[in-house]
C-alpha cells in the first residue's frame, strides 16, 4: 500500500509542477491582463493542490496531513478573491482591450464605463 501511494504521490508532484510550470509560462506569454489572470488562477489554483495531494501522499503524518489541508483552503480562498480584484482594477484603470470581452456588465455601472478620471 505504501508504494502505491509513493507513486501515486510522485505521479501528482509531477502533474501539479507541469501545471504550474504551464501557469507561468501563460502569464509571461498572454497579451492582455484578463488572460494572464485566467493563467495566474486556474492552472496555478489546480498544480498547488495536486502538488499538496502528492505531499500528503508521501508524508502520511495526520499533523502533516492538516497543514497541507489547511494550505490547500486558503489557496482556494484567496486565489479567486485575487483575480477578481485584479481583474476590477484592470477594468477601472482601462488597462484592458475592450475587444476581447465578450459582455460587458459594468458598463451600464462605471459612470465613465469603465474609465477613472
Not at 28 to 54: C, I, W, Y
Not at 73 to 88: D, K, N
Amino acid at each position: 500500500m505504501g508504494v502505491v501511494a509513493d507513486w501515486v504521490g510522485a505521479a501528482c508532484l509531477v502533474a501539479g509542477a507541469l501545471l504550474a510550470l504551464a501557469a507561468g509560462i501563460g502569464v509571461l506569454r498572454f497579451p492582455d491582463t484578463l488572460s494572464r489572470m485566467h493563467a495566474a488562477t486556474k492552472p496555478q489554483v489546480l498544480g498547488v493542490l495536486l502538488l499538496l495531494l502528492g505531499i500528503a501522499l508521501r508524508l502520511r503524518s495526520p499533523s502533516d496531513i492538516g497543514m497541507v489541508l489547511l494550505v490547500g483552503v486558503f489557496q482556494l480562498a484567496t486565489a479567486p478573491v485575487a483575480a477578481q480584484m485584479i481583474g476590477r482594477a484592470a477594468y477601472r484603470s482601462g488597462r484592458l482591450d475592450r475587444n476581447l470581452l465578450d459582455a460587458d456588465e459594468l458598463a451600464e455601472r462605471e459612470p465613465s464605463g469603465g474609465q477613472l478620471g
